[in-house]
Structure formats: C-alpha cells, structure tokens
C-alpha cells in the first residue's frame, strides 16, 4: 500500500509539473523583447560620440605626423642646398621650389636623392593640397607667394580636439 502512494504522489508530482511548463511557455515576452532593445539602443547612443572623437583624433595624429615628415623633408633639402651638394635656384635660399621636387629628387654627385615617397593626402581635406609658404611670404600668409617651399600647413578651417586650428599647427 505504501509502495502504491509512492507511485501515485510521483505521477501527481510529474503531471503537476508538465501543467507548470504549460502556464510558462519557453521564449522571450514582448515586454523582455522591448526592454533588451532599449538597452541596446541607450548603449549604442552612448558609443556613438566616442567613436566620433577617435576618428578625429586618429586623423589628427595622422596629420601631425604628416606635415612632421614633410618638414624633415624640407630641412634635409635645406641642408644639403647650404652644404652645396646640388644646384639651387637663385632667389631661393636653399628651400626647394616645390613638393614635387622632394618627391622626384635632385641628383647630387651622380646619384638621386630623394625627401619623400609621395605627397601625403591631407587626412583633414582628403586631398593633396598642402597650403605652402616661402621665406618671402608673410608668416601668417594663407597664400603662397611661389617662390619657394619654406613650410606647410593644412588648408582645412577646422578646429583641434584641443581648441586649436588645424592651419596653425
């Protein structure tokens, strides 16, 4: 008699338990649905202007480094023209008469020397026009006078994470 209860309290305890499942299906309500989306779209939101502050600042570094590298191009020109090792232009201090000749090179004793591989794209405007002063143009000149390369700065109008202009760097 014993053993009967046991049997019968087992079947009430697993014909309860198939009657639970029913009242809980499995799967995700509406509401649990809506809230995860929220939360997705508050995260996403919040991602947004962060990602947008690392692109301008990878692209500022990258313009750092761009006309960092370009004024080493000019000045190892500038010192190879002051110790005579090739022919300089009259007029032109020694700088060279524009960015295509760092690029092409000058012949020194029989042999091409070369400043720079190409002429960096500007990662401010997207294009490769630097905007040039020579020795002969005002220091806050936005123009150039054409006489020669005495340095480089992006034309982009923009403003620096750290409150600077781009032309001014």
Do not use: C
């Amino acid at each position: 008699m014993q053993s009967f209860l046991r049997i019968s309290h087992s079947r009430r305890l697993h014909t309860q338990s198939r009657v639970e499942r029913r009242r809980h299906p499995a799967g995700v309500t509406l509401i649990e649905l809506i809230i995860a989306i929220t939360i997705l779209l508050i995260l996403t939101g919040a991602a947004i202007p962060i990602v947008r502050v690392q692109i301008k600042r990878e692209k500022e570094v990258e313009l750092r480094r761009d006309l960092w590298e370009m004024r080493d191009a000019i000045d190892r020109y500038k010192d190879l023209a002051d110790r005579n090792a090739f022919q300089i232009k009259v007029g032109s201090e020694g700088y060279p008469p524009d960015l295509e000749t760092l690029v092409k090179g000058v012949d020194s004793q029989g042999k091409k020397i070369r400043f720079l591989r190409r002429v960096p794209i500007d990662p401010m405007t997207g294009k490769d026009d630097w905007g040039l002063r020579s020795m002969q143009d005002d220091p806050q000149s936005t123009s150039w006078g054409g006489q020669n390369i005495f340095d480089v700065f992006t034309k982009s109008t923009g403003t620096a994470l750290d409150g600077t202009k781009y032309a001014d760097w």
